[in-house]
């Protein structure tokens, strides 16, 4: 089966911290990996997206790492400030199946 | 550029009512998909259409169904509502590939509660 996991569920950290978010897949054979940011009640703004024949994606703060072989891929925020509170979730595309994890909570504290 | 905007943004429906949720893809994107957000967790994939067909299905019962229209925009309808129905509903459009659907770009959402 299938299946995307996140750890942590949830993080705090205090402002100008770097931190990682990890994501992991139970299957080596996806096409791509996404991730996302989702504020409170909203919809999912694209952040990353590495496909399956790249190591890893950078924009601004954000450098994003795919590990096929051992399942995993890693989300690394630089700096991190107060507007990057929110969910992040990862997305992982199985032949047209997109699974998503479940998310980590991210808590940037002033 | 318009991205992908969905409405209804709110809404209330009783139990055994039907629901049809609308989208538009963003511009130049011909895939659309639809994904049910519970409180908490993350997005379970409902269905993808392209070329106005049904491409493929996640584990959802026939009470939902779907279309795609020749401009593209789709519609998600759900039959005898549920209790456990109520959720966030993303839509996500995307350019068909040739082999697989390319980045996801999704909308607000719509809010549906089900009393």
């Known amino acids: 089966k299938q299946e995307v996991t996140q750890i942590p569920a949830a993080l705090s950290v205090p402002e100008g911290e770097n931190l990682v978010l990890n994501c992991s897949f139970t299957?080596?054979?996806?096409?791509?990996l996404q991730w996302f940011r989702q504020d409170p009640g909203k919809g999912l703004t694209s952040l990353l997206l590495?496909?399956?024949?790249?190591r890893e994606q950078t924009s601004g703060r954000l450098n994003a790492s795919l590990d096929k072989s051992s399942g995993r891929s890693t989300l690394y925020i630089a700096a991190s400030q107060p507007g990057d509170s929110a969910t992040y979730l990862c997305?992982?595309?199985?032949?047209?199946?997109?699974?998503f994890g479940a998310g980590t909570r991210l808590t940037v504290k002033p | 550029d318009a991205g992908v905007t969905q409405s209804p943004t709110h809404l209330i429906k009783t139990r055994g009512q039907q629901v049809t949720l609308r989208c538009s893809p963003k511009?130049?994107?011909?895939?659309v998909s639809w994904y049910q957000q519970a409180l908490g967790q993350g997005p379970q994939f409902i269905f993808q259409?392209?070329?106005?067909?049904?491409?493929q299905r996640g584990n959802f019962p026939d009470r939902f169904s779907g279309h795609q229209f020749p401009n593209y925009s789709s519609e998600l309808n759900v039959n005898a509502l549920l209790l456990g129905d109520s959720a966030l509903y993303l839509c996500?459009?995307?350019?068909?590939?040739?082999?697989?659907?390319?980045?996801?770009?999704f909308g607000e959402g719509s809010r549906l509660t089900v009393l």
């Open positions: 996500a459009s995307s350019s068909w590939t040739g082999e697989v659907t390319g980045e996801l770009f």
């Open positions: 299957d080596s054979a996806i096409y791509n």
């Open positions: 590495i496909q399956s024949s790249q």
């Open positions: 997305a992982a595309l199985f032949n047209n199946d997109m699974r």
């Open positions: 511009s130049g994107h011909d895939t």
């Open positions: 259409y392209y070329e106005e067909e049904e491409r």
